[in-house]
């Protein structure tokens, strides 16, 4: 945990980062993949939508030990539909058969009481109109568009245009591939569901405005200075919150993967698999959007600005200048180096005339120079 503190800690400085701007066409790519895939998925596999939205019956059973591929052909057999069965928790079973009205729902009940073998007073029936799940839609639709409208307004106020531009990209991002996962692994579209997406728009938004509000406070005076690009600004603001935004979303999709893997998974409680599945997809896919998508594509909107372009050009022509000045620096070394070299090697050569070092060889004789006032005033010259 600490290593991970420092790493923030110089990510937020500016000394360690990665160019998540430069590699935006990546990113671009990905996505779009992705998105492809979704929009495939829906066009062919389309939604399986709950009995919410189309009407039926939904039987409750108790306790049972008949196994979910017997009890949906004793339904489907029963009722003449296509019954989805779900097996809960307490060992009982869910049963949806869409298509069926009051009086037919009496006699479905009483057979699948005698084929389960369970008391038909057991066996809770519920009937759901279709006239309700389309209100159900019709509303959620109403509130994503009002919440979408909502969202480009706030964030134009409070950043600019441009960031409530690519917020709003991000979100019909984050909602496609949601809505795309569920269309492939075949998961029911309920009411659960529909509040799930709506709660991730939430989630979503929240990584993203962290981005943004890092970014509008490093850009303030950004054509003021010649060292940074519009877009080197949006990745350091970027990498400044990286460390964040991987922490926020681990800390959000713990409890979600419990939900979606234990919940469902091992206890089958059907309901938690609708809204956990949209919370997990959509949680992961908003922190994605808001670091590859929405950030870069800030970057790209904002450069296309004049007073951007001519930063990048002034940046760029700095940093070519002070490139050619290095250049030219490092051949006058090189042109100096060998003169260097010669006046080292005559100093070490008149040093060595002059003394020898403490560490010579033993034995060898030492040659020191001849002091020129040797011998001065003795008519002999000899030593006394």
Excluded at 73 to 83: L, W
Excluded at 131 to 140: H, L, M
């Amino acid at each position: 945990m600490s290593k991970l503190g420092n790493l923030g800690a110089r990510l937020y400085r500016g000394e360690v980062g990665y160019d998540f701007i430069g590699k935006r066409k990546l990113w671009y790519g990905v996505s779009i993949l992705i998105t492809i895939t979704a929009a495939v998925a829906l066009a062919v596999q389309g939604l399986t939508m709950g009995i919410e939205f189309k009407g039926g019956a939904v039987f409750t059973t108790p306790k049972t030990s008949a196994s979910v591929n017997h009890v949906q052909e004793a339904a489907e057999k029963a009722s003449g539909h296509e019954a989805v069965v779900q097996k809960l928790g307490n060992g009982g079973m869910r049963i949806q058969v869409s298509g069926v009205d009051t009086a037919k729902s009496d006699a479905i009940k009483a057979d699948l009481s005698r084929d389960l073998d369970v008391r038909a007073a057991d066996v809770n029936a519920e009937l759901v109109g279709p006239s309700w799940g389309k209100q159900i839609a019709n509303k959620a639709w109403l509130g994503l568009g009002v919440f979408m409208a909502l969202v480009v307004v706030y964030l134009a106020i409070a950043f600019e245009w441009r960031m409530a531009v690519a917020a709003l990209v991000a979100l019909i991002h984050d909602i496609t591939i949601t809505v795309g996962i569920y269309a492939l692994v075949g998961f029911e579209v309920t009411v659960g569901t529909v509040m799930g997406l709506l709660t991730i728009l939430g989630y979503s938004l929240y990584d993203t405005v962290v981005v943004f509000d890092s970014l509008k406070e490093q850009s303030k005076g950004a054509t003021k200075q010649t060292r940074w690009t519009y877009s080197e600004i949006a990745n350091r603001s970027i990498n400044s919150t990286l460390v964040r935004s991987i922490n926020t979303t681990a800390v959000a999709l713990l409890p979600v993967a419990g939900l979606l893997f234990i919940g469902g998974g091992v206890l089958g409680a059907g309901m938690l698999n609708d809204i956990s599945l949209s919370l997990f997809v959509g949680l992961a896919a908003g922190a994605y959007s808001s670091i590859f998508i929405a950030t870069p594509l800030v970057a790209d909107l904002k450069e296309t600005e004049p007073a951007m372009k001519a930063l990048k050009k002034r940046v760029l022509a700095k940093r070519a200048a002070a490139a050619a000045k290095d250049d030219s620096r490092e051949g006058d070394d090189l042109d100096g180096a060998a003169d260097s070299e010669t006046e080292a090697e005559y100093d070490e050569d008149e040093e060595a005339q002059d003394a020898t070092p403490a560490g010579a060889i033993a034995g060898q004789r030492r040659t020191q120079p001849t002091s020129r006032n040797r011998g001065r005033g003795r008519p002999s010259g000899k030593r006394r």
